[in-house]
Every structure is written in C-alpha cells, then in structure tokens.
T-cell receptor, first 112, second 116 residues
C-alpha cells in the first residue's frame, strides 16, 4: 500500500538552531511531494512542493526541503528556527494519477 | 488568508440534528475537497469534486452527504452523526484535479464539529 511516514510526533528545537522535520514515503513511480503547515485554529497552508528538477526545493518562510530518491525521503529544513515556526507540519505525497496522501503530522516546538 | 472560507467555524450538534457545513472559494479553482482531521490521525480525504461533479467518495458513511452546486461552493450535509464524527472538517480547492502540476491545494480554516 502507498503511504507517507512522519516518524516523529513532535520535534523540539531551540530558537536560532537549524531544524529538520522528517518524511519518508512508499509509492510507485515518481510522485509529487508537498509540505503543508497548520497553525492553531487555521487550515493547512502550502509551504512547498517538488515535481521534478533540482532536489532542493525552496518554499515559504525560509523553509526548504530535500528530495532524496534513493532514500525515498523529503525532509523539511530551515537553517535558523524562529519561535513563530511552531506549528503542525504535514508531509504529503501524490502518486501520479492518484489522490494525495497526507502523513500524520509532526508538531514542531521552537523553544525561546 | 488563502481565499477559501468555511462556515460555521464551530458547530455543536446532537446525534439527531441535521446541519450543514459550507465552503466557498474565491480563487477560480475547478476542484474542491472535503477532509476530516482527527487528533493523531492522518488527514482523511472524504470527497472530491471536479467541475461540480463528484469524482471520489472514500467510503464515507451516508450520514455525510456532499453537495456542489457550482465550482465555488461546496456543502457537507450532516444527519444522525455519531460522537466519533467529532473532528475538524477541512475544505480545500485546487486549480485542477490530481494529475497536473497545478493541483496544489489551498485549505480553508476548517469547522470544528462536536457531536454530543
């Protein structure tokens, strides 16, 4: 079965430190890959996506994600975390010609 | 804001009530979606509409009934719900349906539903 895994329920990072939120997937073919963020009492907001080309994708709010085909991973990264980055982050994968699949989400806490 | 609005933002209903959730998008998108978000579970896709036509129903119980009168509006009619249906219901839209590079989804703020 096709799936998306976010192995960490929660990630804690000190403000100013680099952050990584992990995502791995198991789908056939070459899927589209997405990251979304959800702030409290809000819907999901699109951060970035990978379709093809450069493995490093840059998105909103200084976030970037690195596509690794051999490891079937699409980890979200930011060089220097802000307290305002604290939120729930969702990785999503859309196999070609099939519906999008979301991970369970990872709660990111940035500690002042 | 993303241009997708949902009303009401909060809803408390009894198991015998009938209520409706409304979603409206001002983005000119052709595809619209209903999702259910429960605590510590993956986002569950419920229904997909493309150009007002339902293209997907992911084994959703019949107590949830969607309606899409036009490409800008999407409703979710609720009746005889169960307490386990309590969740955040999210509406989303995308320029096109899955299968193109323009299928990035834009979400509304959600309706927090509590079934007593």
């Amino acid at each position: 079965a096709q799936s998306v895994a976010q192995p960490e329920d929660q990630v804690n990072v000190a403000e100013g430190n680099p952050l990584t939120v992990k995502c791995t997937y198991s789908v056939s073919g070459n899927p589209y890959l997405f990251w979304y963020v959800q702030y409290p009492n809000r819907g999901l907001q699109f951060l970035l996506k990978y379709i093809t080309g450069d493995n490093l994708v840059k998105g909103s709010y200084g976030f970037e994600a690195e596509f690794n085909k051999s490891q079937t991973s699409f980890h979200l990264k930011k060089p220097s975390a802000l307290v305002s980055d604290s939120a729930l982050y969702f990785c999503a994968v859309r196999p070609l010609d099939d519906k999008i699949i979301f991970g369970k989400g990872t709660r990111l806490h940035i500690l002042p | 804001e993303t241009g997708v609005t949902q009303t009401p933002r909060h809803l408390v209903m009894g198991m015998t009530n009938k209520k409706s959730l409304k979603c409206e998008q001002h983005l000119g998108h052709n595809a619209m979606y209903w999702y259910k978000q429960s605590a510590k579970k993956p986002l569950e896709l419920m229904f997909v509409y493309n150009f007002k036509e339902q293209t997907e129903n992911n084994s959703v119980p019949s107590r949830f009934s969607p309606e899409c009168p036009n490409s800008s509006h999407l409703f979710l009619h609720l009746h005889t719900l169960q307490p386990e249906d309590s969740a955040l219901y999210l509406c989303a839209s995308s320029p096109q349906l899955a299968g193109t590079s323009t299928d990035t989804q834009y979400f509304g703020p959600g309706t927090r539903l509590t079934v007593l």
